[in-house]
């Protein structure tokens, strides 16, 4: 079962290449970040017609999730317990926003997240990524025993060695320590990053359009694939396609692809 995780950073803009990275890597799963569409505007069909299944979930022209895959998708959940919201103003209501999207598939739970940036060290947006991430990690706490994927954009450097430059991110947001540690609070909770080991000479995963960022391999390892054991103990390989993100008018991230080694779905139904 091969599964990629990728920040399209608008699907509508961006539809047809990723139909093409299904297509080059044979891909069963395609989770998609920052799709930036509301569900009655998403390219659905252009999916369908590639032969995949699709859930959604986008409320607006920010944020958004997708799950795109071979096979059906079952137990569709568009937040998980204590997800947070978010509203600038702290006085109204902190709607749940498009972040999270989970599905079953082949005996699979699988979500597709995108984990809030925090913006700066002392805007509210970054107490917020943490109460998003102190939720999540006790989600995936209970769900440990079981085969469980969470995938995405998790907008954390957990090493140093996973930004380019550790002394330009001094004071900035997705390096500091009560990130790093809400990333180890995942780990902790029984779920193992599967993609790192294979990957080293494929170090990062985004690169800003700015600088000329990705021609300078100044990149960050931002994206994830997080697995709980008895799915972990599966994994047989990973990649960064870096093809993709040096193509024409791709996004900044590149698909975060892993491989499974899971039964064929007519043995698990």
Known sequence: MRIATWNINSVRTRVTRAVDVLHSHD????????TKVADDKFPTQDFVD???????HGLNQWNGVAIISRDPLSDIQT?????????????????????ALGARIRGVEIWSLYVPNGREITDRHYDYKLQFLYSLSRYAHARAQSKLLLVGDFNIAPRDEDVWDMEAFRGKTHVTEPERAAF????????????????????????????????????MRIDFQLASAPLARTVRGAQVDLVERAG??????????????????????
């Open 27 to 34: 891909l069963d799963v395609l989770c998609l970040q920052e």
């Open 248 to 269: 024409d008018k791709t996004s900044d991230h590149a698909p975060l692809i892993a491989d499974f080694d899971l039964p064929d779905f007519d043995s698990v139904r």
């Open 184 to 219: 180890q609070m995942l780990e902790e909770a029984g779920l193992e990053e599967v993609t790192r080991r294979y990957t080293e000479k494929q170090r990062y995963t985004y690169f800003d359009y700015k600088g000329m960022r990705f021609q300078k391999n100044e990149g």
């Open 50 to 56: 590639a032969g995949y299944h699709v859930a959604c």
């Open 79 to 99: 937040s998980f317990p204590e997800q947070p919201g978010f509203a600038k103003d702290p006085d109204k209501p902190q709607k749940l926003e498009a972040r």
